[in-house]
C-alpha cells in the first residue's frame, strides 16, 4: 500500500461547516439518486410495476370497460390512457416509501448518517430516483394506449406535458408516502396504509367511469377528488391540446401536499436519522 | 497535540427501561489504538453509536477532537469514519460502485472518487471482485470493503464495531495488519470486540464494559495483572471439597478462585508458575482428589469473572447472533 493512502490529512484541515451549502446538497442528492438508479440497474426486477402493471392493467381495464362505458374499446381510449396513466404512476409512488423503509433498516443508512453530509440528502436523493420510475410508467402507458390504437389529438406536445403533469403528481404524492416510510415499524406496513390511501383515491375518481353515472353522495366526492382533476387535466392535454383549469388545480394540490408533507417528513427522517 | 482524539463523561442511553449504557467515561489519546472489550449486549455498540452520532445520548456529554457530539454534529462527522458491526456497505450494489457513491457525497469528483476507488480496492484486495454485487462476497470481504469506506476522506477517527467478529483466523490476521497500518499512518482508532485477544494485539488501552458501565480500564498488561498472566483450572472430583479447596487457593495464591457454575471447577488467577505445585502438593495433603488440572491464558471470560463476579456470556441476549441483536435495537430505537 502507498502510505499516502491512509494517511489522514491533519484534522483541523478536514472541518467542514457545521452546515452543508445549498450547492453541496444538491448534489450529495443528485449522488443518491445515483444511487438509486445502480440498484435499479443490478435488481431490475424492481420495475416490475412500473413496466408490466401498465400493460396489462390498459389490456385488462380497456376490454373489460370498454364497452359497457363507451359502447367500444376504440371510443373508450381517450377516457381511460389518460385514468390509467394516473393511476399506474401514482401507484408507483407507494414504493418510494416502502423502499424507503427497507433502506432506513439496513446497515448502509448508518454510513450515511455517519457521513458529513446534508441529512437530508438520502430521502431527497430517494424521491429524485423514483422520478425515473414514474417516467417509465408513462411512457409505457401511452406506447400500449398507442399500440391498441389511441391517437392523442394533443399531438406529441400535449402527450408530454400531460405526462410531465402526472410525473410531477406522482412526486408530490410520495412525499405523503415517504413520510409514513420513515414513521413506519416495517415496510409491510408502509404497503398497506399507502395502499388504504390510495385505493379510494385513484377509484373514487373519474379515472374509469363518466362521473354522471355516479351516485349523488359519490359525484361529490369524486368532483373534490384531485386525482380526478388530474385525469382531467390529462385527457384534455393529451387528447385535444389545451391547457384546462384542472392543470391549476391538479399544480396547486400537489403544491399543497408538498407544503403538508415534505416539511413532516424531513423532520420525521432528521430526528430519526 | 493536546487535544484527545475522544473524551466522554458519564454517557447514558436508555432504551425501555434498559440502561443499555449507564455512564461510560472514556479518554482516547489521539494517535492511539483503544479497545472496548465486553461481552455482546455489554453496550460497546451502543457507546460507539453514541460517539459516531448516530444514536442522541439520553446523558454524559462527549468531545471528539474537541467538538461536542450533541451540538456540533456535522464537525464530529467530518472527523469521523465509522465501520459497523454488520457491514454498512449497499449490498445491491458493487464494491467499486459503493465505494463511488461515498466519494461523491464526500465531495470528491467522479474522476477522483473512481481513482480513490481502485486505490482502496487495491489496498484491500479486493480488485478482482470489485464490479461483483456485494451478496457474493465473503464476510472477510465485506468487512474489508466496509473499513475501505470508512477510509475514503482519510478521517482521523475510526470506529471499528467488532471488526473480526465472525472472521476466519486468517482474515483476521489481515484485518489486525490493517489495523496496526492505520495507526502507524497517524490514525486514531476506537474498536470493540469480544476477544482479550485482539484487545491485547492491538489496542494501547483497554476499558472493559460490562452492563453498560466501564468495570476496568488499563492497558493490557494492566488488566492481564488483574486475572494473572496464565489461570489455572482445578477440576474437583467431589463437590463437597468444594470449601477446601477454595481457603487452600486463598492461602497459596493469596486470591479468591472464581467457582464454575456447576461448582466442581475452580479457577484462579496464577501469580507465579511455582504456586502452581505448591498448590496441588497442598491439595494431595489435605486429601482433595482432584479430576483435571489445567493452565490457561487468560480469557475474557476470566478478566470477566475476576472484575464483575459473573461470567462474560450470562448475560448475552439469548446468544444472539448479530442480525438478531441488530434488529433487537433497531426495535428499541424505531
Request: charged fraction near 15%.
Amino acid at each position: 500500500m502507498s502510505t499516502a493512502t491512509l494517511a489522514p490529512a491533519p484534522h483541523t484541515a478536514t472541518i467542514q461547516p457545521a452546515r452543508v451549502g445549498l450547492a453541496a446538497t444538491v448534489s450529495q442528492s443528485f449522488t443518491m439518486a445515483y444511487r438509486g438508479l445502480l440498484k435499479v440497474r443490478h435488481t431490475p426486477e424492481q420495475l416490475i410495476d412500473v413496466t408490466f402493471q401498465p400493460i396489462i392493467f390498459t389490456l385488462m381495464f380497456t376490454y373489460l370497460f370498454g364497452g359497457a362505458v363507451s359502447g367500444s374499446v376504440g371510443a373508450y381510449l381517450p377516457l381511460i390512457i389518460p385514468g390509467i396513466l394516473a393511476q399506474t404512476v401514482i401507484t408507483a409512488s407507494v414504493v418510494t416509501g416502502v423502499q424507503l423503509r427497507e433502506d432506513m433498516d439496513k446497515g448502509v443508512f448508518d454510513r450515511f448518517r455517519s457521513l458529513p453530509i446534508a441529512r437530508i440528502a438520502p430521502l431527497a436523493g430517494a424521491l429524485l430516483a423514483d422520478t425515473v420510475r414514474y417516467l417509465v410508467a408513462t411512457t409505457i402507458t401511452f406506447l400500449t394506449g398507442l399500440v391498441m390504437g389511441w391517437r392523442p389529438g394533443g399531438g406529441f406536445g400535449g402527450v408530454v406535458l400531460a405526462g410531465l403533469l402526472v410525473i410531477v403528481c406522482a412526486w408530490a404524492l410520495s412525499w405523503i408516502f415517504a413520510y409514513i416510510g420513515v414513521i413506519a415499524r416495517s415496510a409491510t406496513f408502509v404497503q398497506g396504509v399507502s395502499f388504504m390511501v390510495l385505493f379510494p383515491l385513484t377509484f373514487l375518481s373519474n379515472a374509469f367511469v363518466e362521473v354522471d353515472t355516479l351516485p349523488g353522495w359519490m359525484q361529490a366526492f369524486v368532483e373534490v377528488n384531485p386525482v380526478s382533476h388530474l385525469v382531467s387535466a390529462v385527457r384534455s392535454l393529451a387528447n385535444e391540446g389545451l391547457v384546462t383549469a384542472d392543470v391549476g388545480w391538479t399544480l396547486l394540490s400537489a403544491a399543497v401536499v408538498v407544503v403538508i408533507f415534505a416539511p413532516i417528513a424531513v423532520r420525521s427522517y432528521l430526528r430519526k436519522a | 497535540m493536546n487535544t484527545n482524539a475522544i473524551e466522554a463523561q458519564g454517557l447514558v442511553k436508555i432504551f425501555g427501561d434498559n440502561r443499555a449504557v449507564d455512564g461510560v467515561d472514556l479518554t482516547v489519546r489521539t494517535g492511539t489504538v483503544y479497545g472496548v472489550l465486553g461481552p455482546n449486549g455489554a453496550g460497546k455498540t451502543t457507546t460507539i453509536r453514541m460517539l459516531a452520532t448516530l444514536l442522541r445520548p439520553d446523558g454524559g456529554e462527549a468531545r471528539i477532537f474537541g467538538h461536542d457530539i450533541a451540538r456540533e454534529g456535522a464537525a464530529v462527522r467530518s472527523l469521523i469514519g465509522v465501520t459497523g458491526q454488520y457491514a454498512s456497505v449497499d449490498e445491491t450494489l458493487s464494491a467499486t460502485e459503493n465505494l463511488v457513491v461515498f466519494g461523491r457525497l464526500l465531495g470528491l469528483s467522479a474522476r477522483a472518487a473512481r481513482a480513490k476507488s481502485a486505490e482502496l480496492l487495491e489496498e484491500f484486495s479486493l480488485t478482482d471482485a470489485a464490479r461483483r454485487p456485494l451478496r457474493n462476497y465473503s464476510g472477510g470481504m465485506r468487512r474489508r470493503l466496509d473499513l475501505a469506506a470508512s477510509l475514503i476522506a482519510r478521517p482521523p477517527l475510526i470506529f471499528l464495531d467488532e471488526p473480526t467478529t465472525g472472521l476466519d483466523p486468517r482474515t483476521r490476521n489481515q484485518m489486525w495488519d490493517t489495523i496496526r497500518r492505520l495507526v502507524a499512518d497517524g490514525s486514531t482508532v476506537l474498536l470493540t470486540t469480544q476477544y482479550l485477544d485482539e484487545a491485547d494485539q492491538l489496542a494501547d488501552r483497554i476499558a472493559v464494559i460490562d452492563r453498560g458501565t466501564v468495570v476496568a480500564e488499563g492497558t493490557a498488561d494492566e488488566l492481564k495483572a488483574t486475572v494473572g498472566a496464565q489461570s489455572l483450572q482445578v477440576g474437583l472430583a467431589d463437590a463437597d471439597d468444594l470449601g477446601t479447596a477454595l481457603s487452600l487457593v486463598q492461602q497459596v495464591f493469596g486470591a479468591a478462585g472464581a467457582v464454575a457454575p456447576e461448582g466442581l471447577r475452580v479457577t484462579v488467577p496464577v501469580p507465579h508458575a511455582e504456586a502452581v505445585a505448591d498448590l496441588l502438593v497442598r491439595f494431595r495433603d489435605a486429601g482433595v482428589p482432584i479430576d483435571s488440572v489445567s493452565l490457561d491464558k487468560p480469557t475474557l471470560d476470566e478478566v470477566f469473572l475476576n472484575l464483575t463476579g459473573h461470567a462474560a456470556s450470562d448475560d448475552a441476549p439469548a446468544a444472539g447472533s448479530p442480525e438478531n441483536t441488530r434488529n433487537d435495537t433497531e426495535k428499541v430505537t424505531a
